[in-house]
Structures are given as structure tokens and as C-alpha cells.
């Protein structure tokens, strides 16, 4: 059984050129700096031509190694932080199959425990 990451912004405006340009360079620098060559990472599909009101959709399919689990939904969760903030006045929705990510203004999308190095080390040795 697999668990994936689901992430969407909509409004009826469309993408500005500078807010394209903004999210080319954010997925582009998540794709750099990504820990894992062999692991899903941040998937933005290409476009929504059906429900034009959508600025972006995408999925991330989460590890099964638990070790990897929390680096990638940091990693995942700090680059959709980024994006949703570069595309103002958008309605976001970020969930993990069932459960939603919430967001935090000063914090943007975190989930307790992911930066914990304890818990990391510990999913480590599973």
C-alpha cells in the first residue's frame, strides 16, 4: 500500500507570466536540490485545460523506506510553502490521501515531527 502527498491551487484568475516564471524556478530548484535520485519528488502536472481554474495540481508518492519518509515530505512540504506563497490570492489544497497538511502563515506546511532528527534517526533504523 502506497501513501502520496496531493497538492493543488486554484482561483479563477490565471498565472501571471512573472507567477510561471516564479513557479519554473521553485520546481526547478526543489528538482536540484532533491536528497533522492530514486524516490518520487515534487510532480506538478502539466496543465488542466478541463478545469481552467486550477493553477496547479500535482502528487508526490511518499517512500516506503521509512527512513526516507520525512527528509522527502520536508523537502516536498517546504517547496509547496514556496509556491504558495509566490502565487498570492490562491486557494490551496495539500493532503496525504485522507489527512490534510495544514498550513501555517509563519511556518507554511509543516506536520509534527518532521524536522525531529530523533525521529528521523530512529525511522532510520527501521
Same mark, same amino acid.
Do not use: C, Q
Given at each position: 500500500?502506497?501513501?502520496?502527498?496531493?497538492?493543488?491551487?486554484?482561483?479563477?484568475?490565471?498565472?501571471?507570466?512573472?507567477?510561471?516564471?516564479?513557479?519554473?524556478?521553485?520546481?526547478?530548484?526543489?528538482?536540484?536540490?532533491? !536528497?533522492? #535520485?530514486?524516490?518520487?519528488? =515534487?510532480? @506538478?502536472? &502539466?496543465?488542466?485545460? /478541463?478545469?481552467?481554474?486550477? *493553477?496547479?495540481?500535482?502528487?508526490?508518492?511518499? !517512500?516506503? #523506506?521509512?527512513?526516507?519518509? =520525512?527528509? @522527502?515530505? &520536508?523537502?516536498?512540504? /517546504?517547496?509547496?510553502?514556496? *509556491?504558495?506563497?509566490?502565487?498570492?490570492?490562491?486557494?490551496?489544497?495539500?493532503?496525504?490521501?485522507?489527512?490534510?497538511?495544514?498550513?501555517?502563515?509563519?511556518?507554511?506546511?509543516? *506536520?509534527?515531527?518532521?524536522?525531529?532528527?530523533?525521529?528521523?534517526?530512529?525511522?532510520?533504523?527501521?
Amino acid at each position: 500500500m502506497s501513501v502520496s502527498l496531493y497538492y493543488d491551487a486554484r482561483r479563477a484568475d490565471p498565472l501571471t507570466g512573472s507567477e510561471t516564471a516564479a513557479v519554473e524556478r521553485i520546481v526547478a530548484a526543489h528538482l536540484g536540490s532533491f !536528497p533522492y #535520485d530514486d524516490e518520487e519528488s =515534487l510532480f @506538478v502536472y &502539466a496543465d488542466r485545460n /478541463d478545469e481552467p481554474e486550477y *493553477l496547479l495540481v500535482g502528487s508526490t508518492k511518499m !517512500p516506503r #523506506d521509512p527512513g526516507r519518509l =520525512l527528509p @522527502v515530505i &520536508a523537502h516536498v512540504l /517546504d517547496s509547496l510553502t514556496e *509556491l504558495r506563497r509566490a502565487l498570492g490570492h490562491s486557494e490551496w489544497h495539500v493532503h496525504m490521501d485522507d489527512l490534510d497538511v495544514p498550513w501555517d502563515e509563519g511556518e507554511g506546511y509543516v *506536520l509534527p515531527g518532521m524536522r525531529d532528527p530523533d525521529l528521523i534517526s530512529e525511522l532510520g533504523t527501521v
